[in-house]
């Protein structure tokens, strides 16, 4: 998502999180990408009529109410938008025997995959968080001469993006020159299929810049040493390569295994990553400290003159202070980069305040 996405998407967060029902009343259903919307009308429809035994007269009311409210929503749609939908409704008032009523509808800026219908004293939110979370993306790559299957790592959830067939066939049976000669054409069909790969590579991975973190790569035997070599990858991407794994499969299941391999290699990417921002921060406070801030007070300023290149912020922060800020930075187009501390210099970062920026210019 972008930062405007982001932005929309903490403001909710932020607003439905606060509601609170008396009792068990409040209303929480998510419909996954490309669910069928009108079998959600009718489990709606299905909950409604269970609602009726509900023992308590108030509490029947205002499920059978939220539920309605929502049927005539669901009943509206066409289609579930494209992403997914998540919806709510219920009765928020605090005061017992006053209605306070709301519905919401929200189309996440995120694929949504979860499917829940949940009906509790607080609307659920947990989906919708998780995408809050800042995630680290990498490039999967699983490829032998007969497939190869592209996906991407985000966060902890993979997502496939293409997979191919190459067409290239098989040892032939025969002998002599024939058999040389059919070797060759194979050879020939498999570099071809390898250079298509590396090109759907750069159509995949190359946009994403920075945001990209690292590219695994995994097949059976030496296929993955022959992509590398022969496929023509960009460098860009090739020395984005953070790891090789041998894998017998090439298709989905083959990227599964392909992340559970590299548990290690991407652990110690991300620790590296941080180290390296953190590392240019604590050199830049030694001998360019003009051009950094620290500190509650001082990082406000830098943000206010529009000074601040890359804006650093420890993950133990209080979440409010932490989206104060990354409000402060959306406004001016500035990076942000959240600091854990599991490592020494997050550590250190944390003990500065867990504030600090990189300037453009010395203020």
């Known amino acids: ?60 009311k205002n499920v059978q ?3 309605e409210s929502l049927i005539r929503l669901t009943k509206g749609m066409k289609q579930t938008p494209k992403n997914g939908v998540v919806l709510f409704s219920g ?31 607080t609307f659920v939110l947990d989906p919708l968080e998780e995408m809050l979370e800042v995630k680290e993306l990498y490039g999967l790559v699983v490829i032998e001469r007969k497939e190869a299957t592209i996906g991407l790592l985000v966060g902890k959830k993979i997502k496939i993006l293409q ?16 058999a040389a000669r059919f070797s060759r054409i194979r050879d020939n069909m498999a570099k071809e299929f390898y250079r298509k790969i590396a090109e759907v590579m750069k159509q995949e991975f190359f946009h994403l810049g920075e945001n990209l ?16 070599k022969e496929g023509q990858l960009i460098t ?59 500190g509650e007070e001082p990082v406000r300023k830098a943000l206010e003159y529009g000074a601040v290149q890359t804006l650093l912020l420890s993950k133990k922060l209080k979440r409010s202070d932490i989206k104060k800020f990354e409000k402060k930075a959306k406004e001016t187009s500035v990076d942000v980069e959240l600091i854990s501390i599991d490592t020494e210099e997050g550590q250190q970062f944390w003990n500065l305040g867990g504030l600090g920026a990189m300037l453009r ?3």
Do not use: W
């Open 1 to 60: 998502m972008d930062g405007e996405e982001r932005y929309h998407l903490e403001e909710f967060f932020e607003k439905m999180k606060e509601y609170r029902a008396r009792h068990t009343e409040l209303i929480t259903v998510y419909v996954p990408k490309g669910f069928d919307i009108n079998l959600i009308t009718k489990q709606l429809e299905s909950e409604k009529s269970t609602a009726a035994n509900i023992k308590s007269t108030s509490t029947r």
């Open 65 to 67: 109410d939220a539920l």
């Open 91 to 121: 009765n928020v008032s605090q005061t017992e025997g006053q209605d306070e009523f709301i519905t919401e509808t929200f189309e996440p800026p995120e694929e949504l995959n979860v499917r829940l219908y949940r009906c509790d004293q």
């Open 163 to 178: 997979k191919f067939d190459s067409r290239v066939p098989g040892k032939t049976n025969k002998g002599g020159q024939s």
């Open 213 to 228: 973190r690292g590219i695994l790569v995994g097949g059976p035997g030496p296929t993955k040493e022959d992509f590398l």
């Open 236 to 294: 860009a991407l090739r020395d984005k390569v953070l790891a090789v794994k041998d894998i017998g499969y090439a298709d989905e299941h083959g990227i599964d295994l392909l992340v559970e391999a590299s548990a290690d290699a991407l652990s110690e990417q991300e620790i590296t990553y941080e180290k390296r921002i953190l590392e240019k921060f604590f050199n830049m406070l030694g001998k360019e400290a003009k051009k950094t801030a620290y």
């Open 361 to 363: 210019f010395a203020i």
